[in-house]
């Protein structure tokens, strides 16, 4: 391996290669959201060899070109490490007094959370609106807000 000079040309050459794969694995992303969860596996399958079978077919060499090939293999990196991810969870648990290379694999794979509660894959945001007041206690709080802004204010000069 021979390492050369960082010039301009190779840094833009090789950020459209980064931008077309990064635009490739968010679009796949947003592709696998619109197929039924019982036919995503197959999906990412389909997206992965698809992906690596376009990228391989463009010979071309204008950035056009470039950017086509980087978001086919953007793509296909994705669905297929989301696929290996989807994959490996039944078999690979990680805990409290998981061992460091348990964890390492597991986060390999991206499954290295270490709370079966909150799995990686099953994490969401929760909002917890319990927590709100009732409609008649915070009607009860702007009441009495109301009632104290109404008493005069006195001020000594």
């Known amino acids: 391996m021979k390492f050369g000079k960082i010039t301009s040309k190779n840094v833009s050459q090789n950020a459209i290669s980064l931008g077309g794969a990064l635009g490739g694995g968010a679009l796949s ?3 696998v959201t619109l197929v039924p969860q019982e036919q995503k596996i197959y999906a990412r399958g389909g997206i992965t ?4 079978l ?4 463009i010979k071309g060499t204008t950035s056009v070109e470039k ?3 980087f978001l086919l293999l953007g793509m296909s990196i994705r669905q297929g490490f989301d696929l290996v991810k989807e994959l490996a969870e039944p078999s690979i648990q990680v805990d409290q007094d998981s061992t460091g290379g348990d964890k390492f ?3 390999m794979v991206g499954l290295a959370c270490p709370s079966e509660e909150f799995s990686a894959l099953r994490a969401a945001p929760v909002i917890n ?3 709100l007041p009732a ?10 807000y109301e009632q104290e802004q109404e008493q005069p204010v006195s001020a000594f000069l």
């Open 67 to 69: 950017v086509v090939k």
């Open 135 to 144: 409609k008649q206690e915070a009607a009860q709080i702007e009441e009495g």
């Open 129 to 131: 609106f319990d927590q």
């Open 105 to 107: 694999v597991a986060g």
């Open 54 to 57: 376009g990228a391989s077919a």
């Open 49 to 52: 060899v698809a992906g690596l």
């Open 29 to 31: 992303g947003g592709l």
